[in-house]
C-alpha cells in the first residue's frame, strides 16, 4: 500500500508557512479543548498524522448530523484536516449510487483493513430487517460487516450512539445503538439532536492527529467535550446562584436572561459543550436564545419527562392515588382507635 | 430507567403514599382515642386556649433549666430552622413543591440555604455527640433515636454534595439526594420522627389536662 | 505618542463573568514579572453571554502595538492598554473568526520568526543568486 501523506506535508505542498501551521494548531487546540500548552505537542502530532479513510453509515437517521457537519466543515480550519481524511462512502453527499457506491465501500475497506474510521447516525432496528435496508441490505448486517475491519467507530448523534427518537417509546422499530451490537471494536458516542459541528470534527482530528482514542466517560463520550454539564458552563449561572428564575418565557426573569431551571432546563444533567463551543460559529446556544436545554445528548432524553418540567420535580402520577393513601391511613387509624378504646374498655371494667 | 428516573417516578410515589397512609394512620389513630374518663372537679376549664397557650409556652425553656439546657436547646432550634428554611426556601425545593401545590412562594439565595445546611449539619452531629457522651441521654436512646437523626441528616448532607458537586456526577447525587428523601419520608410517621405532625397535638394536650387540673402552665 | 485609553473597571453590567476573568489576568501578569511563565487563556473556553466579550474587550482596550499576519487567512495581535496582555483574534480564509485568546506574556509567539521559515526564505534568497 502506498504511504498515504502525514498532514504536514499536505499543509507544506499547500505553501502553508510555519506561522500558518502555529495559528493551525492553536486553533486545533481550542476546538479539541485542550489546553494552550498542548499546542506544540499538538503541532508534533498533526505533522506526523496520515490521512485516514472514513466510511459513514447512515441508518435510521433525519440526515441532521450531517446538516450540522456540513455547517462545519466547509468554510472553516477544519476544512484543512478534511483534506487529511478521505471520505470514502457517504450515501448523502456521495456522488456514486447503487453499486458503484457500495463498491466504493467495500474498495476502501479492502485497501484500508484494519484501518479505516466507520461513522455511523442513525439507530439500527431490530424489529424487522425490513425497516431500514440500504442498497437491500438491513442497517444491521451492513454494519457488522463494515465494522469488521475498522479501527474504531463512531456513533454520531443521539440515535446511533443512544437509540435517540426512534428508540423513544415505544420503540416500534426495536431501534438499538452502535454499542449495543459493536462490542469488539471501541465505540466513541457523539451523541447530540445534532452534535455540535465543531465537537464532530473535533472527535475525528483528535482521532487522526493522535491516533489513539480519547479519554472517554462512563457512556463511550469525549471527556473533552462531555466533560461538564451545560449548567456548570453557563453564562447564567450566577442567577440559579443568586435564586433569580425565569417563570415564563414572557416576564421580567426571561428579558433580564434570568437562569431557565424553573423552564425546565435540563442543563444541570446535561453534559455538552454548547454553552462555550455554541452554535452558528459560535453565535449562541439555546440558552442564550432563552430557551431550556431539552438535554439531546443524554440517553432517553425524548422520554426523560416534559421538556417544561423542571428537574427537581417528582413524577407523581395522580393525586386520586395519594387520596387513595390517605384514606387508608384514615381506615388504619379508625381500626388502631377501637383497638385501642376496646383495650381502654376492658381496663376499666377489669380496674 | 435509570436511577434518576426511578428516584424521581416510583421511589418517591411509593414513599409519598407511605408518608400520607402512615401519617393520618397514626394522627387518626390517636385522635379516636377515648378520653380516660376524669370524675374530678375542673379547676379552671380547659380548652383550646389552653392547648395554644402551652403549643407556644413550652417553646420556651421553664427557668430552673435554662442554664442546664441551653445548649442542646440552642443547637436543636439551629438544626429544626436550618432544616425548615433548606426544604421549604430553597428555590428548586419550592419548584418541588409547586409541582403538586400547583403555587410557590420566596426562597432564598444558595448560599445562604447552604450556610444553613451546613448549620444544621453541624447542630446535627453536635447533638449527636452529646446523645451519646451524655450517660443519662446514652441509657435512654434506642435505634429509632440513631436512625432518625440518620434519615434526617442523610438528605441535608447529599443536598450539599450536590451544590459543591463531591463524588459522584450531579444526576447520580441527585438520584441519592431524592433516594435519601424518600427514606426520610417513609420512616417519618413511624419513629420519633412522627413528632413533626404530633409534637403540637401532644403539646396541647398536656395544656388541655394541665389547665383543668389547675397547674401553672 | 498615544497614552493607552483606561476604561475603569466597575463590576460586570451583565452576568458577571467577566471579573473572574480579569483577575486570571492579574494573576497570569504576576507569574509573568516573576517566572517570567507566559499564559495563554482561550476565550472560546469560557462562558459568557450576550455582550459581555466584547464588554471585556472595551474594558482591557488598545495599547500601543497591534500587528496584522496573512497566514491561514488574517489575524490580529494587539496589545491591550495593559502591557503584556495581548489580544489575539485569528480567522481563517473565509473570514470568520476561529480563535480567540488573551496571551500574557513579552511577546506572543507567533510574532517571532519561525526557523523553519527561515530557513525556507534563506534558499529562497540564496537562489537568488543564481
Redesign the interface.
Known sequence: MKKRPTVGEILQAKG?????F???C??T??IL?L???MIPRIAEAIENARRTSVIWLSFQECTGCTESLTRSAS???E??IFDAISLDYHHTLQAAAGEQAEAARHAAMQENDGNYLVLVDGSIPLGNPGFSTIAGISNVDMLKETVAGAAAVVAIGSCAAFGGIPGADPNPTGAVSVMDLVTDKPVINVPGCPPIPMVMTAVLTQFLTFGELPELDALSRPLAFYGQ?I?????????????K?AKTFDDEGAKA?WCL??LGCKG??TYNAC???KWN??T?FPI?AGHPCLGCSE??FWD??GFY?????????S?E??AG??A???A???V???A??RR??KF?KEG | MDLLEFAKGPALQVAAYILVAGSIWRLVGILLLKEKPDFSEPRQSGGLLAALKVIYTRSFTASPFKRATLYPKMMAYVMHLGLFAVVFLFVPHIMFFEGFLGFEWPGLPNSVIFFLGVAAVVSGIALLVRRITNPVLRLISNFDDYFSWFVTLFPIVTGLLISVRMGFRYETLLAIHILSVALLMIWLPFGKLGHTFLVFVTRGTTGMVFERRGAKT | MTTPQHVPITASPFHGNVRPLLNEVLHALDKLLETREATTIDLASLPFGPGELEHLEALLGTGELSAKLDALGSSSIRETAYPGVWWLEHRNAFDEIVGRYLEITHTPEILSSQDADIIAGRAHLEEQFE
Open positions: 502553508v508557512s510555519r506561522r500558518g502555529l495559528k493551525y492553536a486553533t487546540a481550542s479543548a489546553p494552550p500548552s468554510p472553516t480550519v476544512g484543512l454539564t449548567h456548570d458552563r453557563c453564562y447564567r449561572r450566577p442567577f440559579y446562584e443568586q435564586g428564575f436572561g431551571y424553573k444541570p444533567t454553552a462555550t463551543t460559529n459560535g449562541s442564550e440517553p432517553n426523560d419527562g418540567e423542571p428537574l427537581s420535580t417528582g413524577h407523581f402520577d393525586g392515588k395519594l393513601a390517605a387508608a391511613g384514615v388504619l387509624g379508625a388502631a382507635a377501637a385501642g378504646r381502654q374498655a376499666m
